[in-house]
């Protein structure tokens, strides 16, 4: 029987063969199937009109994390005025004195001559002249950190130490022809007054008519941001600081203004000067003279200093600030040999320490006063051994006894420390500074209410209250506990 299908259909290609072959022979038509059957809601369903572009971004799926590499920004450019050379340290240690919100004290005597050794004047705070506030300006012995700022005028508290301090300067001012002279280190704890207690004794020396020379901190010295250069001839090798010298020279002729009547008494031709000087100048005209060149600031610095203790001149007083900075075992300067320069072989700091340790002497008598510092101090072993065995055995404010300090065997210590400090030649006194007693806070607390700053009720329990706050009348915590601190 016959096959209806017959063998040449088989060999003919179907309808949809054809179709498939003819889109493959022509790649230009895109052929789009049906849609199969779908039960996606009409609403969510993708659209067929769109189509994605090349490189578009496709936002990520919610929770998951992705990098995202495009240009980078560049930061905005800073147009602020950059500060001039200077001037932010001139911002950081500027000084203001004054406060035109503050209430005046009407009934506030200024200290003198007079009064400064009136031990009933103990627990009061007496201004301090305009005279005498620039002088005292000249020679930096404000502090930043003293809160002068808060009251209409500078004022300063007479306490029992004060007094005492008066009274030595009053009885070395008589010129009985006696040439006393005076070696104190001031010790204490942070805030007890320190610097305060230095500026006092260099209001007084200048209230009776003595030379004040004053370093006012020794890490502007011994970090290393000052020009130095070796002294030639020296043995062994000292370092003299030119530019800090002239600023020396010029804060001695602002705070001395006497020296203007002072001429010079010797000839300053065996000296080497390379400036021509004139026999009869002042020693404040040759003190500005030196202040004005650095180059010829350390001779005129020396012929100075032995102008000042030449026989017949008045009282000197001399003063450092930061202590323990003059005793570390090395400085920011390098010696050629790449080792660091010991404080000591620094020119300035030799020079006073000689005078400190008793090396050198005073012709007329003076002062020679050191204070130093717990805020910003480091660590020298040798010199809390020397100050401890200077001052010996001591009772704090809760009747504990202290020890003197001793050596610690195998331990390392700078002996040039000792030889400054512990002279027999130098006879150095050691003041500890302690917290005020309660007259001497309430006193102050009074004139602090008087100003307008403390607006409580000055009585016996607010007194007490805050003298035991400060931990038995320290000052600074004192101000801080009653001033400074809102509740």
């Not at 009933?120 to 930043?144: M, Q």
């Not at 660590?379 to 809760?398: C, F, K, N, W, Y």
């Amino acid at each position: 029987m016959a096959s209806p299908i017959c063998w040449r259909c088989l060999f003919h290609p179907s309808p949809r063969q054809t179709l498939r072959q003819a889109t493959l022979r022509t790649p230009n038509i895109i052929y789009t199937p049906a849609l199969a059957f779908s039960t996606t809601p009409t609403s969510h369903r993708n659209p067929l009109n769109t189509m994605q572009k090349t490189g578009a971004k496709i936002a990520p799926k919610k929770g998951t994390k992705t990098l995202i590499i495009g240009k980078k920004k560049h930061a905005a450019e800073n147009r602020a005025r950059r500060p001039a050379p200077g001037e932010r340290k001139a911002l950081r240690k500027r000084i203001v004195l004054s406060n035109v919100n503050a209430l005046s004290v009407p009934t506030m005597q200024d200290i003198d001559g007079e009064n400064m050794f009136d031990r009933g004047l103990e627990g009061k705070v007496l201004g301090l002249p305009s005279d005498l506030v620039d002088r005292l300006r000249a020679v930096e012995a404000f502090k930043s950190s003293q809160g002068w700022g808060l009251f209409s005028r500078p004022g300063t508290l007479m306490r029992r130490e004060t007094l005492d301090m008066g009274e030595l300067v009053a009885e070395m001012s008589l010129g009985d022809g006696t040439a006393k002279t005076v070696r104190k280190v001031v010790v204490g704890e942070r805030g007890s007054g320190k610097s305060v207690m230095l500026l006092q004794a260099m209001s007084m020396a200048m209230l009776k008519g003595w030379t004040v020379i004053n370093i006012p901190e020794v890490q502007d010295i011994t970090l290393g941001h000052t020009p130095y250069q070796p002294l030639p001839g020296s043995s062994p090798t000292q370092y003299i600081q030119p530019a800090y010298l002239s600023l020396l020279l010029r804060q001695i002729s602002t705070a001395n203004p006497h020296l203007a009547n002072i001429q010079l008494s010797q000839s300053p031709g065996h000296r080497d000067i390379p400036i021509p000087i004139p026999s009869n100048i002042s020693l404040a005209r040759l003190s500005s003279l030196g202040a004005s060149d650095p180059n010829v600031a350390y001779p005129i610095f020396t012929l100075l200093v032995s102008e000042i203790l030449a026989p017949g001149r008045p009282p000197v007083f001399f003063g450092l600030d930061g202590l323990a900075h003059a005793m570390q075992p090395g400085t920011g300067y390098t010696a050629p040999n790449m080792k660091p320069i010991h404080p000591h072989d620094l020119m300035i700091l030799n020079w006073y320490l000689s005078f400190l340790s008793g090396k050198d002497s005073l012709p007329n008598g003076g002062i020679v006063m050191a204070a130093t510092s717990q805020s910003n101090a480091p660590q020298i072993p040798a010199l809390e051994v020397a100050l401890s065995q200077l001052e010996g055995d001591r009772t704090t404010l809760a009747g504990q006894r202290v020890a003197k300090k001793e050596r610690v065997p195998l331990m390392r210590y700078d002996e040039r420390v000792f030889d400054a400090l512990m002279n027999q030649k130098g006879n150095i006194s050691v003041q500890r500074l302690a917290g005020l007693s309660k007259e001497e806070a309430r006193g102050l607390v009074e004139y602090w209410a008087r100003s307008g700053i403390v607006r409580e009720r000055v009585s016996e329990g607010f007194v007490t209250e805050k003298w035991a706050l400060s931990g038995g009348g320290v000052i600074g915590e004192l101000e801080r506990a009653t001033v400074r601190m809102r509740v």
